[in-house]
């Protein structure tokens, strides 16, 4: 029997990214991810037996090397779960640069991944791409303007995707909310972000794991963002 195709997660280096990696290779299933910065992270991914790959996605360039060197490893994959992302600030006088940043991670890199891997992915039986998405696009941000618009344009390539794409490849999405603190958030913090929930707890990065094995294993859901946000919608 041959051995299954490799799933690429983009931006796996560390957090949420790094966990469902380190989740997957666990079960077996090979797994390719790109990095932007070297961290420790990539480096337990090495040792793991994951194929690691450098990838600059501020522009259509970095992505085209990229998606190159991908297309040098590997001749088909199970998986793509875009999971790369930034957030750059909207400082005044640079917010063009800002959102041009994270229009080119969020929309851009995903956009031109698809296209150009899509008969990477036809040459497996079963063939996802999800987007990792954000709950925020919900209803948008006051501080986080082109933030949201960017992963909303992301949400958007979901639908486009999974009609061009059905029957063959399942595209869908994610969208998370306070998954995970950063070690300096300080206890003031914690509490107001745990109070804009229904649930009120830090789930950790499992519950993405949960939900991406849940697209990756169900046959008939695709063109679905699924909203992981402890029912903020709700509060």
Same mark, same amino acid.
């Given at each position: 029997?041959?051995?299954?195709?490799? @799933?690429?997660?983009?931006?796996?280096?560390?957090?949420?990214?790094?966990?469902?990696?380190?989740?997957?290779?666990?079960?077996?299933?090979?797994?390719?991810?790109?990095?932007?910065?070297?961290? %420790?992270?990539?480096?337990?991914?090495? /040792?793991?037996?994951?194929?690691?790959?450098?990838?600059? *996605?501020?522009?259509?360039?970095?992505?085209?090397? *990229?998606?190159?060197?991908? &297309?040098?490893?590997?001749?088909?994959?199970?998986? @793509?779960?875009?999971?790369?992302?930034?957030?750059?600030?909207?400082?005044?006088?640079?917010?063009?640069?800002?959102?041009?940043?994270?229009?080119?991670?969020?929309?851009?890199?995903?956009?031109? @991944?698809?296209?150009?891997?899509?008969?990477?992915?036809?040459?497996?039986?079963?063939? /996802?791409?999800?987007?990792?998405?954000?709950?925020?696009?919900?209803?948008?941000? %006051?501080?986080?303007?082109?933030?949201?618009?960017? &992963?909303?344009?992301?949400?958007?390539?979901?639908?486009? *995707?999974?009609?061009?794409?059905? %029957?063959?490849?399942?595209?869908?999405?994610?969208?998370?909310?306070?998954?995970? *603190?950063?070690?300096?958030? /300080?206890?003031?913090?914690?509490?107001?972000?745990?109070? &804009?929930?229904?649930?009120?707890?830090? %789930?950790?990065?499992?519950?993405?794991?949960?939900?991406?094995?849940?697209?990756?294993?169900?046959?008939?859901?695709?063109?679905?963002?699924?909203?992981?946000?402890?029912?903020?919608?709700?509060?």
């Amino acid at each position: 029997m041959s051995a299954p195709f490799p @799933i690429l997660i983009t931006g796996a280096s560390q957090r949420i990214g790094l966990h469902c990696a380190e989740r997957l290779l666990a079960d077996g299933q090979p797994v390719i991810v790109s990095y932007r910065s070297e961290r %420790p992270g990539v480096q337990r991914l090495r /040792d793991l037996g994951a194929i690691v790959l450098a990838g600059d *996605f501020s522009d259509e360039a970095g992505v085209l090397r *990229f998606i190159a060197q991908l &297309k040098a490893h590997t001749h088909g994959l199970r998986a @793509i779960i875009h999971n790369a992302s930034t957030w750059q600030a909207e400082t005044p006088g640079h917010e063009a640069a800002a959102l041009s940043q994270m229009l080119s991670v969020h929309v851009m890199a995903p956009y031109l @991944i698809n296209l150009h891997c899509t008969e990477l992915l036809r040459a497996s039986p079963l063939a /996802d791409i999800v987007h990792i998405s954000d709950d925020v696009v919900r209803k948008g941000s %006051p501080n986080r303007i082109a933030y949201s618009a960017s &992963k909303a344009a992301l949400d958007n390539l979901t639908l486009s *995707f999974a009609s061009q794409l059905a %029957p063959a490849i399942k595209v869908n999405g994610i969208a998370p909310a306070m998954i995970l *603190f950063n070690p300096d958030d /300080d206890a003031a913090y914690r509490s107001k972000a745990l109070s &804009k929930s229904a649930l009120g707890i830090e %789930p950790g990065s499992e519950v993405i794991y949960q939900s991406l094995r849940y697209l990756l294993d169900n046959p008939y859901v695709t063109g679905t963002t699924l909203t992981v946000n402890g029912g903020r919608h709700v509060k």
